[in-house]
């Protein structure tokens, strides 16, 4: 659909569509924009961390187990990728 799936968006942390979608813990929607050909080495112009350093952020800092499983996940398949 012509979508740069790397862009930087304004929004939070002037982060791509992949760090956004870490953020929200969903791994259907990391895999769907992995899918779309996103990069795994873009990085944010916050903190120059790329989608896995926010993963793995997230793992060992989210507050329910629940959460942290959630991120454990993600972070595996963006290693694995």
Not at 7 to 20: D, F, I, V, Y
Not at 28 to 38: M, Q, S
Not at 45 to 51: E, I, V
């Amino acid at each position: 659909m012509g979508v740069d799936v790397d862009a930087l968006s304004p929004g939070l942390e002037h982060a791509s569509l992949l760090h956004n979608a870490v953020t929200s813990g969903s791994l259907p929607v990391v895999k769907a924009i992995l899918d779309a050909r996103a990069r795994l080495d873009t990085k944010d112009l916050a903190y120059q961390l790329t989608p896995l350093d926010w993963a793995e952020w997230y793992a060992r800092n989210a507050a329910s187990d629940g959460k942290r499983k959630q991120y454990a996940e993600i972070t595996a398949y963006l290693r694995d990728r």
